[in-house]
């Protein structure tokens, strides 16, 4: 369709046809910045985003867009932008982190700073997460200036430190101590996808935007026993108990299935067929991994001594819908008859309510996707790690996590891996997608 008949087709409907950026060079723009921005190490720890923080807040300015910094701790920058709206209150926040995790340079096919372009991908430490959605979110910011368009209420945008480390230094410290600068309706953040394989096991591209996170659970199971010589076993092995009581929470996790939710009835219902793998199986269901065994006398451990001691760190993540004590009720219940055991929980989030997901956001994020894809499924999921989303959350935020990019499983799977990287020829649909959800929600009243 031409423009001009579209503009022709808009008018005789009565309605004008909104412009748009030039999202060719936009998004040529978005793919340079993003190099640029990965090339600024901004590694976790120690999470210090001076440097990035510079970075983002010049470019805005250049723009004409009001930036304020704050500064949790030494050198953990935060910084928000704001486009005012027409009236008061603040709508919608855009949230990305600045930090990233380590990379280990030997293990990279190339350096992981340097953010190098082979073979339609753009390889880097924060290429996925989430330095090029970050700068997905810096550029709509611009563009709605750039065409004018003046929103409803006001636009936030926060670059923030340390999500990588749980966001104490970041956007969790900025809800704690800044709660008014960035107090919202609406949050968009990672935790996304548009993907084929990752979801449908029927190839269908399918966008998950993630409404809830699993909560994090860790805890430690200690056995005691008795030791002595290997060659005359004893009934109260502490290893044996630990094996036993490792059994038998394996065999409850495996036991306890699914959980019912109105969240999976839905995605399940919109997205169909799901693939089987890693990331399926885990937002279905409670899970557990065990992290850590630690055992024997001696380093390495003498094979013939039996210890006193055996320990495992154990990591739960449990479906929003789980009810915690009641879990853990269970698992104790499960372990009493076992002597010399004890099963001790060292960590655990915070609730993790979900976001509603019938709401006017929702549907723009749908609107914009079918735009791009026509045939795409836009379905609210939710993701098996934690994000900054969590804290909003608790604050009555309706918080999506969105990523507008089709990207494989495989790339997913390269978050946080030694070849992180996002394909090149995704930055313009993904960074459309992305203006056109906002812009959309920007001018309803
Ligand atoms: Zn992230």
């Known amino acids: 369709m031409s423009k001009a ?3 022709a087709f808009f008018i005789s409907l009565g309605v004008s046809a909104a412009a748009e950026p030039d999202f060719k060079s ?35 300015e250049s723009e004409g867009i009001q930036v304020k910094t704050f500064e949790s701790s030494p050198g953990h920058l935060n910084v928000l932008a704001r486009l005012p709206g027409k009236q008061p209150g603040k709508r919608l ?6 930090d990233v995790v380590p990379a280990d340079a030997s293990r990279w096919p190339m350096d992981p700073f340097a953010a190098q372009i082979k073979d339609g991908m753009l390889y880097g430490r924060g290429a996925i997460d989430m330095k090029t959605t970050g700068i997905f979110q810096v550029l709509t910011l611009i563009a709605l200036k750039k065409e004018g368009l003046v929103p409803e209420h006001d636009i936030l945008l926060l670059c923030s430190a340390d999500e990588e480390s749980g966001g104490d230094q970041g956007a969790q410290w900025m809800i704690a101590h800044h709660w008014p600068e960035i107090e919202c309706e609406y949050a968009l953040d990672e935790g996304g996808f548009g993907t084929r394989d990752l979801l449908s096991a029927k190839g269908s591209l399918i966008f998950g935007v993630s409404v809830a996170e699993k909560k994090i659970v860790w805890a430690r199971l200690i056995a005691t026993g008795t030791s002595g010589h290997a060659s005359q076993p004893v009934a109260d092995n502490a290893n044996d108990r630990l094996r036993e009581g490792l059994n038998r929470l394996d065999g409850m996790m495996r036991k306890d299935g699914g959980v019912k939710s109105r969240l999976l009835d839905d995605f399940h219902k919109r997205a169909g067929a799901l693939a089987d793998n890693k990331f399926t199986r885990a937002i279905q269901r409670d899970t557990l991994s065990i992290t850590s065994l630690r055992s024997g006398v001696g ?10 001691k055996a320990e495992a760190t154990l990591d739960f993540r ?3 819908e789980t009810d915690l004590p009641a ?15 004890t099963f001790e929980v060292t960590h655990s989030t915070d609730p993790t309510p979900v976001s509603d997901y019938r709401t006017p956001l929702f549907e723009c994020i749908e609107k914009a996707v079918h735009q791009e894809h026509a045939q795409a499924v836009v379905t609210p999921y939710l993701v098996p790690f934690g994000t900054d989303s969590n804290g909003l959350r608790q604050k009555g935020v309706k918080a999506y996590g969105l990523g507008t990019a089709v990207v494989d499983a495989a790339i997913v799977a390269s978050m946080h891996s030694d070849a992180e990287r996002m394909p090149v020829d995704q930055f313009e649909p993904a960074l459309r997608i992305y203006y056109r959800a906002v812009a959309d929600f920007a001018r309803r009243p």
């Not at 901004?42 to 001076?50: F, H, I, K, L, Q």
């Not at 926040?93 to 600045?98: V, Y």
């Not at 380093?299 to 006193?308: A, E, F, G």
């Open 299 to 308: 380093d390495p451990p003498k094979v013939n001594v039996i210890p006193s």
């Open 93 to 98: 926040l855009m949230l990305n982190h600045m």
């Open 318 to 320: 449990l479906m929003p």
């Open 26 to 60: 936009l998004g040529q723009r978005a793919l340079a910045l993003s190099q640029d921005y990965i090339r600024i190490n901004s590694v976790n720890p120690p999470a210090d985003t001076r440097a990035t923080a510079a970075f983002l807040q010049k470019l805005l």
């Open 327 to 341: 879990f853990l009720k269970r698992a104790q219940k499960l372990l009493a008859d076992i002597p010399g055991l």
């Open 5 to 7: 008949w579209l503009a």
